[in-house]
């Protein structure tokens, strides 16, 4: 009985240790997925995420600024958008979450672009090496 549960630990640890070196790259420190809009790998968690660096207003006001309101009428509109913020600090390909690119309305296109217009993103890092993010956020109009 004892080599039994010998057995079964030794089996458990081994499956424990080939599981976490799969999941986790502790010398990239981040977590990367193939990004199919861009194109390319994009990380879901660096070390140094990239904050928004506008000190006059926050990312919900400068959106509001930007986009084209007309013949628009919303009442407390909420959408969940995804983006990834490139190595030059830069918004690149924004989304809606969950919907598909031809079932956008105008004025969603637009919201769209006026996003991908915003500067005033830090770089994502790991270490001292830039690297895209995919970046979730709700906006709420």
């Known amino acids: 009985m004892?080599?039994?549960y010998l057995i079964c630990f030794i089996f458990y640890s081994c499956c424990a240790l080939v599981n976490t070196s799969k999941t986790s790259k502790k010398e990239d420190c981040c977590i990367e997925r193939y990004d199919s809009l861009y194109k390319n790998n994009v990380c879901l968690y660096l070390d140094e995420m990239p904050e928004f660096n506008n000190f006059k207003e926050t990312f919900?006001?400068?959106?509001l600024k930007k986009i084209d309101m007309k013949n628009v009428l919303l009442?407390?509109?909420t959408y969940k958008i995804s983006f990834v913020i490139d190595t030059n600090g830069l918004i690149q390909v924004p989304r809606i979450t969950n919907k598909h690119f031809s079932d956008y309305n105008e004025f969603e296109k637009r919201l769209l672009t006026?996003?991908?217009?915003?500067?005033?993103?830090s770089v994502g890092k790991c270490g001292n090496k830039k690297k895209p993010v995919l970046?979730?956020?709700t906006l709420k109009l």
Request: cysteine-free; glycine content about 4%.
């Open 135 to 137: 970046l979730n956020y």
């Open 75 to 77: 009442e407390n509109y």
């Open 2 to 4: 004892k080599y039994i």
């Open 114 to 121: 006026s996003i991908a217009n915003i500067k005033g993103w």
């Open 60 to 63: 919900n006001e400068s959106i």
